[in-house]
């Protein structure tokens, strides 16, 4: 399983030794991988475009039993690559051996999931409604209308850095999209280039085994934006499937803007996923809360895009704040996927440093000079309001309390909010009956709401929804995550007879 650094073009491994060229990044040990790898060039992406537009047809044609087992024999190449799957993305990412396990069964699980549902026809896929004829209504009889739903055309995909397996090359985006009958063109993502290539071959030989067209997936490597542009403003490309930051989604959408047919830019962006705290709850058990806090704010080193940024917790909780600044004291530090990661968490948290009735309460143990420590602050709700930066997202390891006195200031901060991914309610049985007014309004704020739980971790099933209102995500109505997923890639389609 040699890395060759190439794209994958339609069943051909392609490169431009004479172009531009990058070497991946271990976060480890802050340094350069030697593997070089081929930005793609402007013809090889035609090539995949044009390889994609010709496997639309058949590829749409295909049976759902048919698109089941290849999805289902991905998942198993998948597991076929073994140890050199995780150890590859060990060394890109320093994430470790047993994240990227569960990951890795996590992305193989949303696989089968899909494939499943397109052996038993489960909705989405089963979404048609017939409305049947009435020859006798006047003063028009009336006709027999179906609707149902067609794939879109080809689907562009762009990987994230913060999960290699999940959201990334093989991840749901790709995977929602081939069951929906749409050939993808994937650009990797490239914090992790080799693992994108291993997952490429697992792709390839499930193409060749079930026999599938060789454009139904292409995948392009490379660093330079360029490429990204021109892949999200060809005109075969009728989606787009993201997972990153907002002002690179905001490049990219303003690229789609020019196009002279408008399509939908699927992104996940990022979110602060508040966290409400009532005061019973608080009081009760607020050492037990502050430590469960700190430990979805620390999994994987704060990279996580549901990970609890901003607290919102009663005044004069001091033995929950005293539990917070002591976990976070006792935490070490960590690497964070690329340096310029690295960069603008330490450029976010100097912002807070600078703030102005903003404290630190705590900083964790800062073990080398390329990690990423802890850190722990404070403000009322006054400054929180008045602060935009504070009601952005930190991607690290950093959480801010914001502590409120009276219900009204809670219902105030809530009505302020942005979109956000997920939001979580902590109280007791009593406090989320008297408090649902304000719990309800948090609803229209999210796209998912946790009672009594931390918000890492997204569940892969039918009910799930990832995404929320903007700036959290582009589309409020769809789900990166889940059955729904689908949807995306789907195209209403009505037959009257």
């Known amino acids: 399983m040699a890395i060759t650094g190439l794209s994958y073009i339609a069943g051909q491994w392609l490169g431009n030794q004479e172009g531009k060229t990058f070497q991946s990044f271990c976060p480890g040990t802050n340094e350069q991988l030697p593997t070089t790898f081929y930005d793609a060039t402007d013809a090889q992406l035609e090539q995949a475009a044009a390889a994609a537009q010709t496997a639309f047809k058949p590829y749409r044609n295909s049976s759902y039993q048919q698109r089941a087992e290849f999805l289902n024999t991905i998942a198993e190449e998948i597991m076929n690559l073994g140890d050199t799957l995780i150890e590859t993305t060990m060394q890109e990412t320093n994430l470790p051996r047993q994240r990227l396990e569960g990951e890795r069964m996590r992305t193989v699980a949303q696989l089968r999931a899909f494939a499943t549902a397109l052996e038993q026809n489960l909705a989405p896929l089963n979404l048609s409604y017939v409305d049947d004829a009435d020859a006798n209504r006047t003063p028009m009889p009336k006709p027999r209308t179906e609707l149902t739903y067609l794939p879109v055309g080809v689907v562009a995909v762009f990987g994230a850095s913060n999960f290699p397996y999940a959201f990334s090359t093989l991840g749901g985006d790709t995977a929602a999209a081939l069951a929906a009958g749409c050939p993808v063109i994937v650009k990797t993502h490239n914090a992790h280039p080799a693992t ?19 454009g139904v997936f292409s995948m392009l490597q490379a660093k330079a934006y360029s490429i990204s542009h021109q892949l999200v403003a060809h005109p075969v490309v009728k989606a787009v499937g993201f997972t990153g930051s907002f002002n690179v989604a905001n490049a990219l959408i303003e690229t789609i803007n020019t196009r002279e047919e ?92 600078g703030s102005e009735g903003v404290t630190r309460l705590a900083k964790g143990q800062l073990d080398k000079p390329y990690h990423a420590d802890a850190h722990l602050y404070a403000c009322d709700v006054d ?16 959480a801010l309390i914001v502590r409120y006195d009276s219900d009204a200031s809670l219902a105030k901060v809530v009505d302020a909010l942005a979109g956000q991914l997920s939001a979580s309610v902590h109280g007791t049985a009593q406090e989320l009956t008297a408090q649902a007014g304000i719990i309800s309004d948090l609803h229209y704020k999210v796209g998912r709401i946790a009672l009594g739980q931390m918000p890492t971790g997204v569940e892969v099933c039918a009910s799930m929804n990832h995404g929320g209102p903007f700036p959290s995500s582009t589309d409020v109505r769809s789900t990166s995550v889940g059955l729904q997923a689908m949807t995306r890639f789907l195209r209403p389609l009505c037959i009257q007879s």
């Open 383 to 398: 400054t929180f309001l008045a602060n935009d930066h504070l009601q952005e997202e930190v991607f690290g390891p950093c």
């Open 262 to 353: 408008p399509i939908p830019f699927y992104g996940e962006l990022g979110s602060i996923n508040p966290q409400l705290i009532f005061k019973n709850k608080a009081t009760q058990d607020g050492k037990t809360l502050a430590q469960q806090l700190v430990a979805s704010m620390l999994m994987g080193n704060g990279q996580f895009c549901t990970s609890p940024g901003v607290w919102f917790v009663p005044s004069e909780q001091t033995e929950f704040e005293q539990a917070a600044i002591d976990a976070v004291k006792a935490a070490g530090s960590d690497t964070l996927l690329t340096p310029g990661i690295l960069k603008s968490f330490i450029s976010a948290i100097a912002g807070f440093e």
């Open 196 to 214: 994108s290539e291993l997952m490429t071959q697992a792709i390839d030989s499930a193409i060749k085994k079930c026999d599938m067209p060789m």
